[in-house]
């Protein structure tokens, strides 16, 4: 299971049994899902991803996976996870709408890439966004990552591969 983390405003957390519709209702939000892997999937395979963080991730220590708290609400869902499509630790977060805007994002995101370079003792963490998505963008450009290349997806989409590299572990490649 993965530590607790908090910042100023949030609470990540590993998920509860109980918390399943409130995932159901993030990852079925098209809003938020559209940025997310191939976008929005049917209510049964959200159900099913939800048991599959127990019955897999949790229980096989696989990577870390949290349920994003404000207030002790469940407001969106981050990830660091070893990939190979960024050959390292990819960070991977969602807010539900209600809470964009006020910051809580580039706080979510900060949490991760800490969590990656002091915890996980990492000299770089990646990101993938969709070249459209331009608020997390504009967030992870905020938070030092920088364009290193670009995915061209299966439909024709462009994913660029984002990149922060750990200043306090010099350019060595350390664990990746």
């Known amino acids: 299971m993965p530590p607790a983390l908090r910042t100023p405003r949030l609470l990540l957390t590993p998920y509860t049994p109980d918390d399943e519709d409130d995932f159901v209702a993030l990852f079925q939000d098209a809003r938020v899902s559209r940025w997310m892997g191939d976008g929005t999937a049917s209510e049964a395979d959200d159900r099913a991803l939800f048991g599959r963080v127990f019955s897999k991730v949790y229980a096989r220590e696989l990577f870390d996976v949290w349920a994003v708290r404000r207030d002790g609400r469940l407001v969106g869902h981050a990830e660091i996870k070893r990939t190979e499509e960024v050959d390292g630790h ?36 990646h990101a993938t966004v969709d070249a459209r998505n331009e608020p997390s963008l504009r967030l992870l450009g905020r938070l030092g990552f920088a364009h290193v290349r670009d995915i061209v997806e299966d439909d024709g989409g462009l994913t660029h591969v984002l990149t922060c590299r750990n200043p306090a572990r010099g350019t060595a490649r350390g664990r990746q």
Do not use: D, H, K, M
């Open 90 to 125: 990819e960070i991977i977060y969602a807010l539900a709408p209600e809470a964009w805007g006020g910051g809580l994002g580039t706080e979510l995101a900060r949490a991760l890439v800490a969590y990656g370079f002091e915890t996980l003792r990492l000299t770089e963490v």
